[in-house]
């Protein structure tokens, strides 16, 4: 049974920072074949794609945070960051985490990011 937990949430003011992680547990297949996907679904809002690190190490961000967000892979891959800069208002939103190859789909409870202004 495999595992992902996403922690990191909180409350800052506009224009701060926090750093979210993603670490997936258990019987894992083929790690290294691992896809990650950070989402967000902001209050009365369609979940959206935020950013997306590929097994390969490529990486693709939405136009709103392009040049704000990173998502990057510890050493041991099975724990993936989500560093956020510069945080907006409209960056408020729960944030989850997908793990996902050929053996796995894993998901996160989410973690709730609040930016006030």
């Known amino acids: 049974q495999v595992q992902l937990v996403e922690s990191g949430g909180g409350l800052v003011q506009a224009g701060g920072s926090l750093r979210l992680s993603c670490a997936l547990s258990?019987?894992?297949?083929?790690?290294?074949?691992?896809?990650w996907v950070w989402y967000r679904q902001g209050p009365g809002k369609q979940r959206e794609v935020v950013a997306r690190l590929s097994s390969t190490g490529s990486t693709a961000y939405a136009d709103s945070v392009k040049g704000r967000f990173t998502i990057s892979r510890a050493n041991a891959q099975s724990t993936v960051y989500l560093q956020m800069n510069n945080l907006r208002p409209e960056d408020t939103a729960v944030y989850y985490c997908?793990?996902?190859?050929?053996?796995?789909?894993?998901w996160g409870q989410g973690t709730q990011v609040t930016v006030s202004s």
């Open positions: 258990g019987t894992i297949f083929s790690l290294d074949t691992m896809g």
């Open positions: 997908n793990a996902k190859n050929s053996w796995n789909d894993a």
